[in-house]
């Protein structure tokens, strides 16, 4: 069982919602769209699902064509942000809706729908309605409709959004499991490279309606191809500050060098960028070699455990992620380091150039 898509792409008149895409997704594997607002993951969905038809390219179910088949005659179900539950019907009915809109019977809905309740952890609650239910178990309703369908593709549109910090933690562990026992193909789509991560499978990462890269999830993060694919992997995104490389010294910005380190040696003379993720910045060094940069601090945001803190680097924006509650105060001066093992080189193109050490050896 197989979803591919070939050379697919969609246009609404002058804009371009989806840029020509080709994409392969395969039986049992977690696939998640991970992009910000209006990067085009909905979009993509609904090409899957065939609720759109794209305005070129093919869709293939199977080795079949479905370019153009109605969303009805598809084994689709898909589960959107504002999860919905017929609130007059109880539990059970929810689950058994469309079963019985298929036409199956009696013994076979029962069965079925008794089946899904006990993967989604439902059973006690099968006679209640959706509103006697918390949050995560109304949530977990929905799931269960769209599961109980037996669908061959299986599509979540920011299911677990409108959640709070607990039942989306409890969520997000069970998704997988549930998801590995029903042999469907899943898509989740999401603006949380965290979800992403925790998720696993296989992440495509989305920008202005393209897909920058598709590949197993620890990859794509770990080693993306270019700098759009790195921006959108990292909360809050990469930062970045240009490099230039001359003979046996790195030059970071306009004053602060290093010796060229063997694995870049090779790296042809020229300028190039330097990103490096938000958490990987530190208010005193940690390692010998570690680079220090003069910065002013803008502003801080403090989570309980972690304090944001946004910086400029002559005019460079950069947001750091440090440990513990920081007592900084907007508009100091402020030095941070940052280990040369955690920088990636982008070339002029974006295109990746050298991966982090770090991440190599991970």
Known sequence: MSLILKNVSKRVGSQVHIHPTDIELHKGSMNVLLGPTLSGKTSLMRLMAGLDVPTGGSVHWDGRNVTGMRVQDRKVAMVYQQFINYPSMSVYDNIASPLKLMG?????????????????????????????????????????????????????????????????????????????????????????????????????????????????????????????????????????????????????GACQQMATPEALRALPDGDYSAGFRPNHLELAPQRPGAIEFRTRLSVTEITGSETFIHLDHAGDRWVGLVHGVQSLKPGQELSVYLDPAHVYIFGADGGLVAVAPYAEAA
Do not use: H
Request: proline letters at 7%; aromatic letters at 6%; charged letters at 25%.
């Open 104 to 252: 199956q019977s009696r013994a076979e809905i029962d069965t079925r729908v008794r089946e899904t309740a006990e993967l989604m952890q439902l059973t006690p609650m099968l006679e209640r309605k959706p509103l006697e239910l918390s949050g995560g178990q109304q949530q977990r309703c929905a799931l269960a409709r769209a599961l109980v369908k037996n669908a061959g593709l299986v599509l979540l549109d920011e299911p677990l959004a409108n959640l709070d910090y607990k039942l989306r933690e409890e969520l997000r562990a069970e998704i997988p499991k549930i998801f590995e026992r029903s042999g469907s193909i899943f898509v989740y789509a999401t603006t949380e490279p965290e979800e992403a991560l925790l998720l696993g499978g296989n992440t495509a990462t989305l920008w202005q309606g393209r897909v920058t890269q598709f590949g197993p999830t620890p990859s794509v993060y770990r080693r993306p191809i270019n700098a759009t694919t790195a921006r959108v992997f990292s909360d809050p995104p990469m930062n970045f500050l240009a490099l230039r490389k001359d003979g046996d010294m790195l030059g970071f």
